[in-house]
């Protein structure tokens, strides 16, 4: 497909675009991500359109969102075409939840909610409406899994079991609905879902007394199905992470402070965490107890990203610090001699994972993005 062109028309169509494409300040930095994209890609395997298609999907969707963000900041249009290759094979209906029936539907909302953010970048690049079109079919697919007869509303992780209502499927439903409220014009109806979604989520009880978020809700009380209580259960870096993608997005659509000064209170309680950023570096709590798993070793970098989005839309940008002390310390220690990096970023390399070095790479694109 001929890039310039596709560029040519979103510039038309959004002119906000131009000006968000930060010129990167540093080369070195810009050499550091390259070479980490190429680590990544070594997972990649062309014909699923997969990374490393042993592992969980839904990876696939975090690693196409770390490109597709790599472009968004430095205005290459390297991955572009692997971008639209990935996509058009991975909305078929999946072989392994057939009643999703395609377009990203998945048997976990979270699952879904990674590909439909990644979409919307993917439009925002191309301003292919084809790519809208799906976001809005996966947060409508998302949504009918808002059930308000327990715990006055919120939405089910786990959709074959109609369980558990958690942290992150409900953050990503934020950043969605919000994101899509910002991205087309005149609407009110997702501005609508994401608002009630906040209200919701605000008063769910998942943020605890430290500012801090847990993995999610109690089965509701077998008395009263509308009382859930927070079950104190892991508290994850990305969790603490998704949610400030949702409040910027809230902060843009409606200009009031309070989404900003919230997301602040759950920036800081992270960064001045001494089990979460002991000596100011992000750490995963499983990776103390060499417990991480692929999983565990992905979330450092959505925190990052979402860390970053936040940094950009606060004056004076207070966190650019941290961010670029955690990707000098990542560099010069956790990367080997092939720009893959390992998974505790304040301690050497100790072997590569798809979660280690999306984390890493989101990262790097934070400290590209920095002004
Ligand atoms: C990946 O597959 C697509 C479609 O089958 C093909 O056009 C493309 O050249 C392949 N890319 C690589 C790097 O092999
Ligand atoms: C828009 O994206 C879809 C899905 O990747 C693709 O099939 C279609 O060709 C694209 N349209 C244009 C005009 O590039
Ligand atoms: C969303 O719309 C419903 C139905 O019109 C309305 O009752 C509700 O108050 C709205 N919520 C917000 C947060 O605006
Ligand atoms: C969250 O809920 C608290 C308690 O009701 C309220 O004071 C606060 O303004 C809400 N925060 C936001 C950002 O809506
Ligand atoms: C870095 O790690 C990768 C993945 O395990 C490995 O293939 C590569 O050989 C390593 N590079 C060096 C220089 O050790």
């Known amino acids: 497909m001929k890039l310039t062109r596709l560029f040519g028309a979103s510039c038309l169509l959004f002119p906000g675009l131009v000006a968000s494409l930060a010129i990167p300040k540093t080369s070195a930095v810009i050499d550091a991500t390259k070479a980490s994209i190429n680590a990544l890609n070594t997972y990649y395997d062309n014909t699923t359109g997969r990374w490393n298609p042993k592992v969980n999907w839904w990876y696939s969707g975090i690693a196409l969102q770390a490109i597709l963000d790599y472009m968004q900041t430095t205005g290459s249009e390297e991955y572009l075409a692997q971008a639209q290759h990935t996509i058009d094979i991975q909305r078929a209906p999946l072989d392994w939840y057939p009643q999703g029936g395609g377009d990203f539907r998945a048997d976990s909302t979270d699952d879904t909610a990674w ?72 609407d009110t109806f997702y501005l609508n879902r994401s608002m009630t979604q906040w209200a919701w989520f605000n008063s769910s009880g998942m943020i605890n007394s430290q500012w801090l978020i847990n993995d999610g809700l109690l089965e509701p009380d077998p008395s009263d199905s509308s009382v859930c209580r927070n079950n104190n259960a892991e508290v994850w870096t990305y969790n603490q992470g998704v949610v400030l993608g949702g409040l910027v997005e809230l902060h843009k659509a409606t200009g009031d402070q309070k989404y900003l000064d919230t997301a602040i209170k759950i920036a800081d309680a992270v960064v001045n965490s001494a089990t979460l950023s002991p000596g100011g570096i992000l750490t995963e709590t499983c990776s103390e107890t060499d417990s991480c798993t692929t999983n565990g070793w992905s979330f450092k970098g959505i925190f990052m990203n979402r860390l970053a989005k936040l940094n950009k839309a606060l004056s004076g940008n207070p966190y650019s610090d941290y961010i670029r002390t955690n990707e000098q310390t990542m560099y010069s220690n956790a990367r080997n001699g092939s720009d893959f990096y390992g998974g505790i970023w304040q301690k050497p390399f100790d072997g590569a994972d798809l979660g280690k070095q999306v984390s890493a790479v989101s990262l790097l694109i934070a400290t590209l993005g920095l002004s």
């Open 115 to 186: 590909w439909a953010l990644a979409l919307l970048r993917m439009y925002e690049l191309t301003g292919n409406s084809t790519y809208l079109d799906i976001a809005k079919e996966d947060e409508a697919y998302i949504f009918k899994y808002w059930l308000p007869e327990t715990c006055k509303g919120g939405v089910i992780w786990n959709i074959p079991e109609l369980k558990y209502k958690n942290a992150i499927s409900n953050e990503l439903y934020l950043e969605l609905a919000a994101s899509l409220h910002n991205l087309i014009p005149g």
